[in-house]
């Protein structure tokens, strides 16, 4: 079982519409949750972060956790065609100064 | 300020081969991990360093190897190249790696053909 997964995509969703990411991991022993994005051709950057169970905000974005499902989403709203990238997701383990990242999840925001 | 460097950014070499990779972290940043892109296995941890110690590592052979230096600055090997090792290798910085450990700042990546 992989530590972190994710569905490969694509998720292919009409501009305007709300894209919903979604990713499990493995260990309950995990603390910290981060979404990073990647576009084709480029290196990954971080989106956001959460530590704490519920959801939390910013802009466009919404992390989702539930430490009890062990389950982890990012909601992104008003999908805009520049939002077409692969999403990451990744987690920290209690004890593990490392960060473990799901296979990530290919978006696309069609006009 | 400034971003993470990495150089070279592409390179090719033989089987047998070695290699070695820099990263240049963002200023005042402290700890440096490195992963292993691939389209099938994605993003692999392969070591994180902090004030010059290796502080984790990840599953891979001993023919990958890295060191950090005094200012940060930080370098990967990889000996007797195999054509698996094919792959971006990125890197990574934070400032601390401790409760910063999963806000990373990437840099663009060193892509390795092996032929």
């Known amino acids: 079982q992989k530590e972190v997964e994710q569905n490969s995509g694509p998720l292919s969703v009409p501009e305007g519409a709300i894209a919903s990411l979604n990713c499990t991991y493995s260990d309950r022993g995990s603390q910290s949750f981060f979404w990073y994005r990647q576009y084709s051709g480029k290196s990954p950057e971080l989106i956001m972060f959460?530590?704490?169970?519920g959801d939390k905000e910013d802009g466009r974005f919404t992390a989702q956790l539930n430490k009890a499902s062990q389950y982890v989403s990012l909601l992104i709203r008003d999908s805009q065609p520049s939002d077409s990238a692969t999403y990451l997701c990744a987690v920290i383990k209690t004890g593990f100064q490392k960060l473990v990242f799901g296979t990530g999840t290919r978006l696309l925001v069609s006009p | 300020k400034a971003g993470v460097t990495q150089t070279p950014r592409y390179l090719i070499k033989t089987r047998g081969q070695q290699v070695t990779l820099s990263c240049s972290p963002i200023s005042g940043h402290r700890s440096v991990s490195w992963y292993q892109q691939t389209p099938g296995q994605g993003l692999q941890f392969l070591f994180e360093?902090?004030?010059?110690?290796?502080?984790n590592k990840g599953n891979f052979p001993g023919r990958f190897s890295g060191r950090q230096f005094s200012n940060s600055r930080s370098e990967m090997n990889v000996s007797t190249l195999e054509l698996g090792d094919s792959a971006l290798y990125l890197c990574?910085?934070?400032?601390?790696?401790?409760?910063?450990?999963?806000?990373?700042?990437f840099g663009e990546g060193s892509r390795l053909t092996v032929l």
């Open positions: 990574a910085s934070s400032l601390d790696g401790g409760s910063t450990a999963g806000e990373l700042f």
């Open positions: 360093y902090f004030s010059e110690t290796q502080r």
């Open positions: 959460i530590y704490s169970n």
